[in-house]
């Protein structure tokens, strides 16, 4: 399947998890005792010959910058033009829980094509992640796979189980975390990229936030504006400070039925025959068929080839979320369904289905959503709440709006969530796709109306998350490489067409 860049709760709970250990990471030095970045070449496979990392040592704690510190690894690719030179660019993963360092092996190639040697590019793992310090929960397996961790309903939508579960989890992270777990905030992301701008030895940073990452973007561009100087949102979601990832998660419903058509369209195109993967010969008989199929799979779930793991619909509804993010993900889907459809078939589970997240990953994922802002503990709301989402939007079957560990945390908010404001640069230009399952326009928009005249939008006409260098729309990558590397942005916001 296809590696995507995901915001954990704004996919409910993760829906890609790309916390993993970073093998650049691992090849980063010791922290130096006098805050020096110390380089050393990091390069991998598929990846730009001439990455280097570092670690980078930060407080734990940046109300007390004398206390404890902890490391950060952090990567950087230098301008492969030094006389084109102009700047540097901040890489912000998504998630919470996403690797930088190994976000620019997977893009860094394809930043300095277009770049053309503007900037030396750079990123670093969030406390949490990969290469950086960890910290963990210590949970069950069976309560890290994917499909666990994410709160979908019983088949006749009651959510006791998932109450008991969230429960469990907030409480292992409570018993089991430490100072660490309990650091793992936007806010504390946001102090993090402003010791490493401090480290670089750079006036201004220029960055590329992607979907939680723009938002980590937004935050820093609200908290040190004179510290920002050509700033990348792609695939924002609502910054409503009241909710934050709650908010995200709620959009999910929606989102995901603004989606499916571009699935169900191409699932009934003729060339899928060839493929042996048409499933429909409308594309709007698709949605009632995936639903009865979701349904049946609720009564009677489907053994698979992975042992003890049998396809039911709450997995049907979890493959369909993530093959969303991206078209080359529908062949998958679509092989699973026919699977599914088939009484002689036995169904092949793809590993973020089966395999369980690393007890790291698995924390940081809950922790920084769950830390940045207390979340309803009044289990009747989710109950009710739940009700009216499975009616309004049966594809996600009441998943938006299901109770999570965060109702049950323990640790209260060290810092109020930032609200942002239109106070600051015009420098900030927005990206956003049309139909995305995780971010979307609809809660962009929300972001574009809070930064009024400090941004401006780029609309592409497609589908998918991950906008910039993405999803293929070549409308959308031009007018974000113009804005990087000549300043110039739209006058008013704009719309790309599709491809």
């Not at 998504?94 to 893009?107: A, E, F, M």
């Not at 920002?228 to 995200?248: E, H, I, K, M, N």
């Not at 640790?411 to 969530?417: I, K």
């Not at 809070?450 to 780029?458: D, F, M, S």
Request: charged share 25%; aromatic share 6%; proline share 8%.
């Amino acid at each position: 399947m296809t590696t995507y860049s995901t915001p954990a709760l704004l996919l409910a709970l993760s829906a890609t998890l790309t916390g993993v250990v970073s093998p650049l990471a691992q090849a980063a030095p010791a922290a130096p005792a006098s805050g020096r970045l110390v380089w050393q070449n990091c390069a991998r496979d598929g990846g730009p010959r001439t990455q280097e990392c570092a670690t980078l040592s930060v407080p734990l704690d940046h109300r007390d910058p004398r206390g404890k510190h902890i490391p950060l690894a952090v990567s950087r690719i230098p301008s492969d033009q030094p006389q084109a030179r102009r700047g540097t660019l901040l890489v912000i993963a998504g998630g919470p829980g996403s690797s930088g360092v190994q976000r620019l092996t997977q893009k860094g190639i394809a930043l300095q094509r277009e770049l053309e040697g503007a900037y030396d590019i750079v990123s670093l793992d969030p406390r949490g992640v990969g290469g950086s310090t960890t910290d963990s929960c210590g949970l069950d397996p069976d309560d890290r796979r994917m499909p666990n961790l994410r709160s979908w309903p019983a088949a006749d939508g009651r959510i006791d189980a998932n109450i008991a579960r969230s429960q469990r989890i907030a409480d292992a992270c409570h018993r089991n975390g430490g100072a660490v777990l309990r650091s793992m905030t936007t806010a504390n992301e946001v102090h993090d990229i402003e010791s490493f701008r401090a480290a670089l030895g750079v006036e201004k940073l220029s960055a590329w936030g992607s979907s939680y990452g723009a938002y980590v973007g937004a935050v820093y561009a609200q908290k040190h504006p004179r510290r920002t100087d050509r700033w990348v949102l792609d695939s924002s979601g609502d910054p409503d400070p009241r909710r934050v990832a709650r908010g995200w998660l709620a959009n999910t419903g929606r989102a995901v039925e603004l989606r499916f058509p571009d699935f169900a369209a191409w699932a009934a195109h003729p060339d899928r025959d060839a493929e042996g993967l048409r499933l429909v010969r409308r594309a709007q008989d698709l949605r009632p068929e995936f639903l009865r199929l979701a349904r049946a799979l609720d009564r009677n779930p489907r053994p698979t080839t992975t042992a003890n793991i049998p396809l039911d619909g709450n997995l049907l509804r979890q493959a369909l979320h993530l093959a969303l993010y991206n078209d080359a993900a529908f062949p998958q889907l679509a092989g699973l369904i026919k699977a599914a459809q088939d009484p002689t078939g036995r169904p092949v589970l793809s590993d973020d289905l089966v395999k369980p997240m690393s007890d790291e990953a698995a924390a940081v994922t809950m922790a920084v959503i769950c830390n940045d802002v207390r979340w309803p503990g009044r289990v009747d709301s989710y109950r009710r709440a739940v009700v009216a989402d499975r009616a309004a939007y049966p594809l996600t079957a009441g998943l938006p709006q299901n109770i999570t560990p965060c109702a049950f945390w323990k640790d209260t908010p060290t810092e109020a969530p930032t609200r942002i404001t239109d106070e600051g640069p015009s420098n900030i230009l927005m990206v956003q796709t049309r139909r995305d399952p995780a971010t979307p326009h609809f809660g962009g928009l929300k972001m574009r109306e809070a930064l009024g005249e400090r941004a401006r939008l780029v609309t592409a006409e497609t589908g998918g998350h991950g906008a910039y260098l993405g999803t293929g729309n070549a409308c959308g990558d031009r007018a974000v490489t113009a804005f990087l590397t000549t300043g110039e942005r739209p006058r008013h916001d704009i719309s790309c067409p599709g491809r």
